[in-house]
């Protein structure tokens, strides 16, 4: 065990864990973050992704040594308030059936707008081909992050 310190979401943190345990499991289990969500554990389908200096990652396969002098946001640190435009698109274009995907969705949408941020449907698609959404809410997904792009 190594007293690590993590920046996430803007604050400061030390936690005392293993350098190899999953990102994801140090913001759910000792920061108290659980927004983001472990779905498959093998970087398959996208709920627990983060940001770590603005890139997006699976937090489920990122060992916590990976995010050391990292800047972390989770899908908590996208806005306090659901003001993001990612998160209001989301609202106004009522994506989620179940939810369980969104968070990963958004923080993918999110770093896909700030790389383009006036998309293709081609590379909305490319963007989003990481996420598994069981509810089948693609369309929507995509209509959200067009609403997004013109927000």
Request: charged share 20%.
């Amino acid at each position: 065990m190594a007293l690590l310190k993590l920046s996430v979401n803007g604050k400061s943190y030390k936690i005392d864990v293993q350098e190899d345990m999953p990102l994801l499991w140090v913001v759910r289990d000792f920061i108290g973050l659980t927004g983001s969500k472990f779905g498959c554990g093998m970087m398959q389908c996208g709920a627990c992704t983060m940001h770590l200096d603005g890139e997006p990652v699976f937090s489920c396969s990122t060992p916590v040594s990976a995010a050391l002098g990292k800047k972390i946001t989770t899908i908590e640190g996208l806005s306090a308030d659901n003001s993001h435009p990612v998160q209001q698109a989301w609202i106004e274009e009522q994506v989620p059936q179940c939810g369980y995907c969104q968070s990963g969705q958004i923080m993918r949408a999110a770093w896909l707008l700030k790389q383009h941020p006036d998309p293709t449907d081609e590379q909305i698609d490319e963007a989003m081909r990481l996420h598994i959404c069981r509810c089948g809410t693609y369309d929507r997904v995509r209509k959200a992050i067009h609403r997004a792009a013109k927000m």
